[in-house]
Each structure stands twice: as structure tokens, then as C-alpha cells.
């Protein structure tokens, strides 16, 4: 028996436009899976007026196995100066690493700034024999151990940055280095074992060198070494090597200074940095300067690590200096220190203060290695210590006062909104993946309490950018502090807080969890109404939305009057021809065609698709969404004569304008698919929904909605051909990677699971179908609610289902 979601009808465009993403216009793609009404996975394709084309060279299409390492992929860091000691160490790396064998996993442990990511440097540079590519990734957190992975992708196609998102990159990766051998991953300073555990766990050969503070956790590395504090003489001897590089100096004192500074290796390149800038000052002289100010460093803690201690003695003897040189180092500093610590684009400084005086501080903080410039890729490094201490108020600190402290973090927030780009443009991706990190560095560090309304609009236009990104999760979480920070700071009745609630409902709807996000698009309603009048824009854009959550959630007693009645208020607040006004008017259209009114529907598709022509032309991308859905009308009407040909030039078009990679182009594709199999012509249906799937694997990465959406279409046509032996396997695949993407209570997770078991039934399985429609109902009336009419549907093929193993007699 045919499951509702077998040849599940598309959707109409349902573009709603809103204060975030402003414009948006989406097109519903066939597809076997439940149309939710705004998730990629459901085909739905969203464009806007900066759509972008982009040509791919065609190595870039290549899979990741057939994608050779071009030299000149290594990343080491640059190493700091002299590298001394650490022999026995150095030896037990080659001792395990030069063994044969499959996959080897090493990790050097230590407090931190005990030398750690020195020693792996130093390793992989002069002993690593015949590792390519060796490559450097920050692992402090997932986000961090992403980043890296997508940085190895783009520098092994470059042409890739523009056209994946960066979970797509990162996948892209992980397949190379399963599919390849011989290189070197280094995982630096790693946190949570388990945040490096997925990519460990694929890795079939290679080698792995991992860095962390936490010494117990690599029970099944196959050498953990154990890093210590440098023995006197080694220390001294980087100390004096480093002070002596460009002649004689006065060493008096310097034997005490190591053993004061604990032997600690980043505590002796740091201050050696710091006296070989300033030939004046003695060893013995730091030391006696390094005893007045003991007090307030080491009030931080008693319980860290002695590397914080120390850097915290440094830092401020070292800003002593830089002030008195440039007061604006150390407002620098301050402001850096609220990022992550490595790849800070030198760009997000742009405009805190004059070039020169800008140029001068940020060559000071180089000359004495409280950062790290590196020309090659422009950005800067702070040590994280560092960070800590510049961010933390000290009322005895003149570096460190309250005031100090609240001006760096509100200047912070300033630079990175300016540096911010619009995050609904394909060119701007790379952007903003840098900027990512430190967006999120920012927002774990500075408390919700301090949250002002520019950091409100960073935390909205990220959310928007993770949405659009596949990653609802955290877009929520964004969209969620903005709106608390705008609540508390500009009030409940703010415009920007009705745009904050608006976005965090859109983010809801598009994790499948309609309950809250109508609770919330409720809630704007009556307060846009209230607050703005019931004209503004603002209030038809909430009207809008909740009429499409009505409609999403199968209501369409409430959705379709309120759909009616915005678009009479549009006409007559906005006029015929506002952008807004077409999009009213394509909802509508498209809730009458839900309601299987299609009188009403197709010639108001009809003129939707003229009204779009005139105003906008052939080639924008909101017409060629009117298109796909009027000849999606005529699909459903049974008028395949028409439908067809609209279609595939629909496609031509996207093609055309858009480019092979858009994922409007793969969403008009997956519809002409399902178009030529309503027709009963799977010759043609079926390699189109298998170039679909290849395409969307390859453009988006197999976790992508959308890629899954790709694999239901093709399963299901698979099963509509009568090949349940291939339809089966691809419908467990689909149901299993939706659970684990989407999550087991997603409405397509759903309809995965509804597939799954109508091709059980069409196999002749009961055993298999009973338990599985029980679970799909149960999960139906938990989500969708008793009345829905899928839940209907499901309650009527379960008893059918119970009347055909029992010889007709029906269930109740």
C-alpha cells in the first residue's frame, strides 16, 4: 500500500519576507519526503537578489579519493626561536611513528605552555621523513577541528571555498584522508577527546599527532608523551640563545630568572623576547623588577597551571613598556583578547584607530610576542593566557581596570559587526567562516549581562548565516540570545525585538518544531499589531509567517483567511507590484492548491508568474520560483502537457542564470525527475534523480538536507519502478542519516520513516510494517497533533495494514 508521501505533490513558493532572511523565496521540490515548508531537505530552494553564479573548474567535481595533494599544502606554524632539548621525547616520536602499520595516534600531554605545540612543530618539521601534506589544526573545540578541515579542503581545491558550506568542506576533507595515505594531521591542543573521536575514528591510515593538556584520556593512543617543565641547563641555554643572536649581552642574573620563571618554555621565549627588545634591561634587572609585582598576578590562582602565573608577571612588565611606547598596544590587546586566539583576520581592526598608530602598536605587540603577525594568510595569534589575563578586571591593574575592560569588549563588539558581510551571499562564505570562530569566541566570553544592541545584531546575523548553513541548532542559540539581550535592552516593544522573536521562529520552524514557532509568531502578531499598527510592514511580514506556520502545521482553517487578508492589506498598504505583495500572493496560490482548491490556485499562479515578469523579468530568480510553481499546478491538476515543458524550461533557465551548482538548479532538476515519473517515464526520471543525488553530494556534503531529501526522491523512484531491491536499502540509508542529522522527531524524519515502511508493504512484510506505522502514528500525534492530516492518513493505513494480515478485518 502507497504511503501519502509516495509521490508527495510539491509545495508552492512560500516566500516570506522578513527583517531576517529579508526576501526569501523558496520553491518546493517532488519529493517523497513531508513537505515541512521551509527546510532544504524538503527540496525547498532559496534565492534572493544576490544570488550568485559560480563556475567550478571541472577537477573540482572530482570525488575526494581521485584528488591528489598538489605540493606546498604543509601549515606548520612558524616556530618562535631556538628549539632546545627534548631528545627523549623527540626519539619515542620517531621510535612509534616510523613503525608500519595502519593509522598511528600520538599524544603529547602537559600543563599548558609547557611546550607542547613547540615540540610537535619542531618534530613534524626535521623528523616527520615522508609525511605530504602535514597539516596544522587548531582542535581546541569541534568548531575549531571543522575549520581545520574545511582550511585543508579549500587548500586542496581552492575553487571549492565559494561553493560549499563549511560542514560540506569539512566532510570534504575527512573523505580525502580516508581515501589517501601518507600524510601527517596534527590535532593541537585538543580539550574533549570526544571532539576529535569522529575524525580519529575514519582515519584508516595516515598518522596523528595529538596535543592537549589532559594527560589520562589517550588510553588508546598508541605513545602518549608525557611533556615536562625544561631542565635547568636547557632553559638557560634558550634563554641565552635567544638574547645573544645579535651579539654579546650581559647574562648576570639569568640562571635565577629560569628558575624563577619555573623553567616553563613559553614563559623563557617570552621574556627573552621581551629583553632581547630592550637591551637595557638585564636579567638581573627583570628580576628585580618582576619582584614588585608579584601580588596581583598570582591572586588569579592558586589551583592554575604555573604557565598562567607566569605569563601574567610578563604581560604586565610587558605592557608597562608598551604603554609608555604606544598607548594604543594595549587597548589592542584588550580588544584581541575577546577573540579565538589564532587566524584573526588583521581586517577586523580596520578603522579602531589611524593607520600609522595602528601599524605601530601592532608591530610593537609582534616585537615583544604578546601576538603573533603572520603576512602569509594576514591575521594575527594571542596566546590564550594572554587573552584570559587582558580580559579579566583587575581594579589594581592600571591594564586591567573595570573601565579598561568594558571599553575593549564594547570596541570588540564593533569591529567584528563592521567586519561582518551579508550572510545570504555564496562570495561572502569564506568571510564569514573566519569570522565564525571569533564570533563564537566573543559570545563565550562576554557574559549575556553586558549584551548591547550591536552585539544583538552580530547574534541575529549569525543565526541567520548558521540557518542558511544547514545548522539550525546553533542558529537557535544565537537567534535566542538576541532576542534576551534586546528584551532586557531595548524592551519587549522594540522593533528590533519583534525581528529578534520573527527569526528565532523561523529557526524553530525549520527544526521541525512548529509548536513553539507558531507560540512565537503569535505572540509578534499581536504585538506588531499593537506597537506598529496594523498597516505596518512589519505586521504584514509576522501575518505572513504565522500564516505559513498554520498552513505547515495542516491547518488550513486559520492559515488560508489569514493569507486572504494579508494579501488585501498588502495590495492596498504596498500596492500591486511590491515585491512583498508577489510573495503574498504566491502563498495564497500555493494554500489553496494544499486545500486541493486548484480553481482558485492556477490562475492565481498564473498571474503571479505575469506580475513577476513584468516587475521583476525572465531571469530573477523570485520568476523563476513563480514558474516552477504554476507548473507545479498544472501537475496537479493532471495537466502533464503543460507541466512538463514549464518544467524543463525552468531548468534551462536556472541553468542559465543561476549556474549547474545553484541549489535552485538541483531542486528544479529533482522536480522535472518527478515530473517525467508522474508520466509514468522512469527511463528519464530515474538518472536524473541520480545526478541529483551525485550533484548534491558533492556541491552540499551527505548530510545536507537537501542530499537526503535527494536520496528519498531516488528511493522512492526506485520503488515506483518496481526495484524495491534497490528502494529498501536507500530507504533504511535515508531513515538512518535523517535521525542522526535531523534528529528522530523532525517531521521528515517522519515521513523517512513512513517511506520505509510503505516499501516493507509493498514487499509483502507485515512484520516489518505493523510495528513501524504504530511507531510513525504514535510520533505523528506527538508532533503534528491528532487532527493533522497526515496523522489521519497514517490512522487509516495502519488499520489497513491490521486488516490485511488479518484477513480484512480492520483495527479500530
Known amino acids: 500500500m502507497k504511503g501519502p508521501f509516495g509521490k508527495q505533490p510539491r509545495k508552492p513558493q512560500t516566500t516570506q519576507p522578513t527583517v531576517i532572511p529579508a526576501g526569501a523565496s523558496a520553491s518546493g521540490e517532488r519529493s517523497i519526503a513531508i513537505d515541512t515548508g521551509g527546510g532544504d531537505f524538503l527540496g525547498t530552494a532559496v534565492s534572493g537578489d544576490n544570488a550568485r553564479v559560480i563556475q567550478l573548474p571541472p577537477e573540482a567535481l572530482l570525488p575526494a579519493a581521485e584528488v591528489d595533494a598538489p605540493p606546498g599544502l604543509d601549515d606548520l606554524p612558524v616556530r618562535p626561536g631556538p628549539f632546545v632539548g627534548r631528545t627523549r621525547e623527540l626519539d619515542c616520536l620517531d621510535a612509534v611513528l616510523t613503525a608500519p602499520g595502519q593509522v598511528v595516534v600520538q599524544a603529547v600531554a602537559g600543563l599548558g605552555g609547557i611546550g607542547k605545540s613547540t615540540l610537535a612543530a619542531h618534530w613534524a618539521a626535521t623528523r616527520a621523513r615522508g609525511h605530504a601534506p602535514i597539516r596544522w589544526i587548531t582542535a581546541d573545540s569541534p568548531a575549531g577541528v571543522q575549520q581545520g578541515l574545511a582550511d585543508l579542503a579549500t587548500a586542496l581545491q581552492p575553487a571549492l571555498a565559494q561553493a560549499l558550506p563549511l560542514e560540506a568542506l569539512a566532510e570534504r576533507a575527512s573523505q580525502w584522508l580516508a581515501t589517501h595515505t601518507g600524510w601527517l594531521l596534527i590535532l593541537d591542543n585538543v580539550n574533549d577527546p570526544a571532539d576529535i573521536a569522529p575524525l580519529v575514528a575514519r582515519a584508516t591510515t595516515g598518522r596523528i599527532l595529538i596535543t592537549s593538556r589532559l594527560a589520562t584520556a589517550w588510553h588508546h593512543a598508541t605513545t602518549v608523551v608525557r611533556l615536562d617543565v625544561l631542565d635547568p641547563a636547557e632553559s638557560l641555554d634558550l634563554l641565552t640563545r635567544t638574547l645573544t643572536a645579535h651579539g654579546p649581552r650581559d647574562l648576570d642574573g639569568a640562571a635565577d630568572l629560569c628558575a624563577e620563571l619555573g623553567h616553563l618554555p613559553l614563559a623563557i621565549e617570552q621574556v627573552a623576547a621581551y629583553l632581547a627588545q630592550n637591551p637595557l634591561t638585564t636579567p638581573r634587572a627583570y628580576l628585580h623588577l618582576l619582584s614588585q609585582y608579584p601580588a596581583d598576578m598570582y591572586r588569579q590562582g592558586a589551583a592554575t597551571t604555573p604557565a598562567e602565573r607566569t605569563i601574567a608577571r610578563i604581560w604586565r612588565l610587558t605592557l608597562d613598556r608598551l604603554t609608555a611606547l604606544q598607548p594604543l598596544a594595549a ?164 522593533p528590533h525585538t519583534l525581528s529578534s522573536r520573527n527569526n528565532l521562529a523561523y529557526a524553530y520552524r525549520h527544526a521541525g518544531d512548529l509548536g513553539r514557532a507558531i507560540e512565537l509568531w503569535e505572540r509578534d502578531l499581536t504585538d506588531s499589531v499593537r506597537v506598529l499598527g496594523a498597516d505596518h510592514r512589519g505586521t504584514l511580514v509576522s501575518r505572513l509567517n504565522l500564516a505559513g506556520a498554520y498552513e505547515e502545521a495542516g491547518d488550513l482553517g486559520r ?196 517511506n520505509l515502511a510503505g516499501a516493507y508493504e509493498a514487499a509483502g512484510d507485515p512484520g516489518r510494517v505493523i510495528p513501524l506505522y504504530e511507531q510513525i502514528l504514535a510520533d505523528m500525534t506527538r508532533v503534528l497533533g491528532t487532527g493533522h492530516p497526515v496523522t489521519v492518513e497514517v490512522r487509516g493505513m495502519l488499520a489497513a495494514a491490521f486488516a490485511s494480515r488479518d484477513g480484512g478485518a480492520e483495527q479500530p
Open 331 to 494: 587597548d589592542l590587546l584588550r580588544v584581541l583578547a575577546w577573540y579565538a586566539p589564532e587566524n584573526i583576520p588583521a581586517t577586523v581592526l580596520d578603522g579602531l584607530a589611524g593607520p600609522p598608530a595602528l601599524n605601530h602598536a601592532i608591530g610593537l605587540l609582534n616585537a615583544y610576542s604578546m601576538i603573533t603577525a603572520d603576512p602569509a594568510s594576514d591575521t594575527l595569534a594571542v596566546h590564550r593566557l594572554v587573552q584570559a589575563l587582558a580580559r579579566t578586571p583587575d581594579p589594581d591593574d592600571p591594564h586591567r581596570t573595570p573601565a579598561a575592560i568594558d571599553q575593549a569588549r564594547n570596541k570588540a563588539a564593533t569591529q567584528l559587526s563592521e567586519a561582518r558581510p551579508a550572510w545570504n551571499v555564496p562570495a561572502a562564505w569564506p568571510t564569514w567562516r573566519t569570522l565564525l570562530a571569533h564570533i563564537d569566541a566573543f559570545t563565550g566570553h562576554a557574559a549575556e549581562a553586558t549584551d548591547t544592541d550591536t552585539t544583538a545584531k552580530i547574534h541575529d546575523h549569525t543565526g541567520a548565516f548558521l540557518d542558511n548553513q544547514g545548522q539550525t541548532a546553533r542558529a537557535i542559540s544565537y537567534f535566542q540570545r538576541a532576542l534576551t539581550s534586546r528584551v532586557r535592552v531595548l524592551g519587549a516593544d522594540h
Open 559 to 754: 492559515a488560508i483567511p489569514l493569507y486572504e487578508q494579508n494579501l488585501a492589506a498588502m495590495l492596498r498598504v504596498l500596492g500591486a507590484d511590491h515585491p512583498d505583495t508577489l510573495t503574498s500572493q504566491s502563498n495564497l496560490a500555493g494554500a489553496y492548491r494544499e486545500a486541493g482548491d486548484l480553481g482558485r490556485a492556477g490562475p492565481l499562479f498564473e498571474r503571479n508568474l505575469e506580475d513577476r515578469l513584468r516587475v521583476l523579468g525572465a531571469n530573477h530568480p523570485e520568476t523563476l520560483t513563480s514558474q516552477s510553481n504554476l507548473a507545479g499546478a498544472y501537475e496537479e491538476a493532471g495537466d502533464l502537457g503543460r507541466a512538463i515543458p514549464l518544467f524543463e524550461r525552468n531548468l534551462e533557465d536556472r541553468l542559465r542564470v543561476l549556474g549547474a551548482n545553484h541549489p535552485d538548479t538541483l531542486t528544479s532538476r529533482g522536480i522535472l525527475a518527478g515530473a517525467y515519473l508522474s508520466a509514468g517515464d522512469p527511463g528519464r526520471a530515474i538518472p536524473l534523480f541520480e545526478r541529483n543525488l551525485e550533484d548534491r553530494l558533492r556541491v552540499l556534503g551527505a548530510n545536507h538536507p537537501s542530499t537526503l531529501t535527494s536520496r528519498n526522491n531516488l528511493a522512492g523512484a526506485y520503488e515506483e519502478a518496481g526495484d524495491l531491491g534497490r528502494a529498501i536499502p536507500l530507504f533504511e540509508q535515508t531513515l538512518e542519516d535523517t535521525v542522526r542529522v535531523l534528529g528522530p522527531h523532525h517531521p521528515s524524519t517522519l515521513s523517512s520513516r513512513l
